[in-house]
């Protein structure tokens, strides 16, 4: 007895020398990692504690997360627009510069503010023309990262040349303190517009075709705009759309090589792995994540979607009272049905929109000029593409990996250890049963209490590994409900006054049902599994008429812990593999 507490006691100090070390090691990375260096020093953390390494990136990555959504909920800038009305906030440090010059500019009002710049209109003096006048007040005080995403914003736009594009004039420095001139833009925004209710689908289309041809042009010039949302598109009198807000554009290979830009290290500056780029409700869920690495025109599509979802229904496609919910929600669910929110929408421009909603980056439109050509055949009333889909399209979409496969990292080793649990569990089953054991209380014991304990240790298991989401919740339940069902059976066979395993070929069945729940949410790949499992019931049935000793159980056994192992084991070794970031 001795022995047992000293040992519990041993455990219980290595559990809490663990997590002092854990906690040390996190403190030192968040508070060392506050500039472009966080990605390098992630990784020597992770060299130096590899036992630690799954704590380690989970909760680095939720700190991060953390810190970006406090600056998500800061005020968003109000844009280059003579109709807003923002009240300017307090400049710290400084009187405000209105009613001074900046080279041949003078300011003359402020008409909006927010974590990116100050918008001042401005008289240009030598052209007689009026202007908008970007830059940050305070730029000896301001981060060295605002400093340079307003230097990318001007060079982004800059290089861009489409009607539908806010032009920059004049990119230049006052005194240490970089600034851009651009057209100023009379009228209001779209994000002010839809606050008066949705739009016709017609006209919604229509506003939004050109500025969907304008982003194909900025991709085509090599220029992501990663943020765009209602308050970036600028409407004039006339109801001209233009885009605008380019401050965290990316820069990426062009499709045309002659506009194929140079010295892209420079960006990733500004763009740091596990960052969150844009704004909640509007962003892609590779965005949602962090997944700078993974964003490309199909983000920029998916928010075009999200901007045609909000003008058709009044509301965004996700919105919660937080920013973070707001990300989970982007994250993890689907949208809405958007003739569920207005009725007068038909089902080919929902299509349309789903298409870009997709969370899957590969079923989204591939390139803003083909969500541009479907938008152009709706309001031909010709068929969309949206709608077509060849016979090896859908069993390539029935095939692939959900979005929520990643939560499989969290579950490799536990899926390994589940199947050899599984395994013995059933050889144990069939020794019993050629031994001749017929009483049904040993196996009731075996699977009902033996299967039932290992369930709570696997659960126990899995949430010390970190917060569990609501999809592993969903497939905790289809995996409890087969475990009842896989018990319940005993109790079939005593009411029909059954031998004992009769019934165990719907073992088969049960366990195909699970993983047929685990292909649709998951990965297509489990209908593979799932199909193995049902033809092995009616193998086991088979088995189970002939004279011979019967093995039934023990082939589910192999069958069942393959289709847990195989995939454990992949996914076991890609949470090993070092992030490359």
Known sequence: ?????????????????RDERLAKVLDRLINDSQGDSSAELLDHAVHDNPDLEADIRELYATAMIAADVALLQSDELNHITSSETSEPAAT????????????????????????????????????????????IPNAAFAASQDLARLRAEALAAARLSHPSIVPVYEVGEHDGQPWFSMQFVEGTTLSQRLANGPMTAEDAVRLLLPVVEAINSAHRAGVLHRDLKPSNILITHAGEPFVTDFGLAKRVPASDDSLMIRGGSADANLTQSGAILGTPSWMSPEQAAGQTEAIDVTSDIYSLGAILFAMLTG???????????????VMEQDPPAIRVLNSKVDS??????????????????????????????????????????TIMNVISRLMRESHHITILRNWGLLWMLHSMVLLALCLLTNACQIAGVTSRMPYVGLWVVGLGLWAAVFWNLRSRSGPITSIERQIAHVWGGSMIASSMLFAVESVMDEPVLTFSPVLGCIAGIVF???????????????????????????????ETPNFSISLFGVVSALAFFLPGFKYYRQQKQPSRR
């Not at 509301?315 to 929600?329: E, G, I, K, N």
Request: with cysteine; hydrophobic share 40%; charged share 25%.
């Open 348 to 389: 080919d421009l929902e299509m349309v929109v789903l298409k870009c909603l997709q969370k899957p980056r590969d079923l989204r439109y591939a390139a803003a000029g083909q969500l541009a050509d479907d938008l152009t055949a709706w309001l031909n009333k010709a068929p969309v593409s949206a709608r077509r889909s």
């Open 92 to 135: 710290p440090l400084t009187t405000s510069p209105v009613g001074s010059r900046i080279g041949e500019y003078e300011l003359r009002e402020e008409v909006g503010r927010g974590g990116m710049g100050v918008v001042y209109r401005a008289y240009q003096q030598s052209l007689d023309r009026t202007v908008a006048l970007k830059m």
């Open 315 to 329: 509301r965004p496609p996700f919105q919660a009272a937080s920013a973070f919910d707001t990300l989970l929600m």
């Open 516 to 546: 047929l729940a685990k292909a649709g949410m998951l990965s297509g790949r489990f209908y593979i599994h799932a199909g193995a499992l049902f033809a092995t019931s009616i193998v086991m049935a088979a088995m189970q008429r002939q």
């Open 1 to 17: 007895m001795n022995s047992l507490t000293e040992t519990s006691g041993n455990e219980r100090d290595d559990v809490r020398l």
